[in-house]
């Protein structure tokens, strides 16, 4: 039970951490699991890791609420028009990332899961991130906040948001590299990017919950409790690290998150093949 425990813990506290950097939280579960002895049902599983994702999201909401929410009294008109303008180009960005993941879920999941195809995901990017980085940026944004984005450059971002579908790719990394590409500062793209997480993860996780029901799968207490620390963990530290990352952008690059990918992504090769 203890290890049970502590298993729903550091899964929640990973999460929670490799969610909004783009490191791949998808990626770094599945080597945790692969890694470690897990001993979830495998039904119930597959909906923990889920609902830990949708608390990391709630982090999100709770943390920038006030800028996400268009009915405040102390909004003028032309800021909740603001808002408006910005929820549109979120779910623009999100429609090419739900129609593929709708399409190839599955195939996704069963076939691009292994550890090495991570690895190598992990290296590839991290390779990509030391090119794009390698010096810092002279040139002056030309979206310097979220106001300034426009319905083709949310689009343009959502379709990088495709190639995440890959474990081990990122979501934060491909959108903020995608938010990059089409113009934004970092700071902006990195909230662009938290922000497209919340319909691209809502829809995740209704379908993976609603798979759960249909199952006819009942949790025990243990499991009730087991979700309960991982989503509480999942909060706590999402709002942690979404507060470090906007700090960090404002004055790094991504250069060293390349080198993390690239460390990691070698160790893991490394294990496999010894």
């Not at 909004?75 to 910005?86: D, F, G, I, P």
Request: glycine residues 8%; charged residues 10%; hydrophobic residues 55%.
């Amino acid at each position: 039970m203890i290890y049970t425990v502590l298993l729903a813990l550091l899964f929640g506290i990973l999460e929670g951490v490799t969610e909004w950097l783009p490191i791949s939280s998808t990626g770094h579960l599945i080597l945790l699991r692969h890694f470690l002895p897990v001993t979830y049902r495998e039904a119930f599983f597959s909906l923990f890791e889920v609902v830990i994702q949708l608390f990391a999201l709630c982090a999100i909401l709770w943390r920038f609420f006030p800028m996400l929410w268009p009915f405040s009294r102390q909004k003028s008109a032309a800021e909740r028009r603001a808002v408006y303008r910005l929820w549109v180009n979120v779910l623009l960005a999100a429609l090419p990332a739900v129609v593929i993941g709708l399409l190839f879920d599955k195939i996704i999941e069963q076939r691009l899961s292994h550890p090495a195809i991570i690895a190598t995901t992990l290296i590839g990017y991290g390779l990509l991130f030391l090119f794009l980085f390698r010096r810092p940026s002279k040139s002056h944004p030309q979206c310097a906040g979220l106001e300034g984005i426009t319905a083709k450059n949310a689009f343009c971002v959502g379709l990088f948001q495709v190639l995440a579908l890959v474990p081990g790719t990122s979501r934060s990394g491909a959108t903020i590299i995608g938010g990059l590409f089409v113009g934004m500062g970092r700071e902006t793209a990195a909230l662009f990017s938290f922000f497209l997480g919340i319909p691209t993860m809502l829809g995740a996780t209704a379908l993976r919950v609603l798979d759960f029901l249909k199952s006819g799968t009942v949790l025990t207490a243990a499991e009730w409790l087991t979700l309960a620390i991982g989503c509480a963990a999942s909060f706590f530290v999402s709002l942690l690290v979404v507060d470090f990352l906007m700090s960090f952008v404002r004055r790094h690059s991504f250069f060293a998150f390349g080198i993390y990918r690239i460390v990691l992504g070698l160790g893991v090769l490394v294990t496999l093949i010894f």
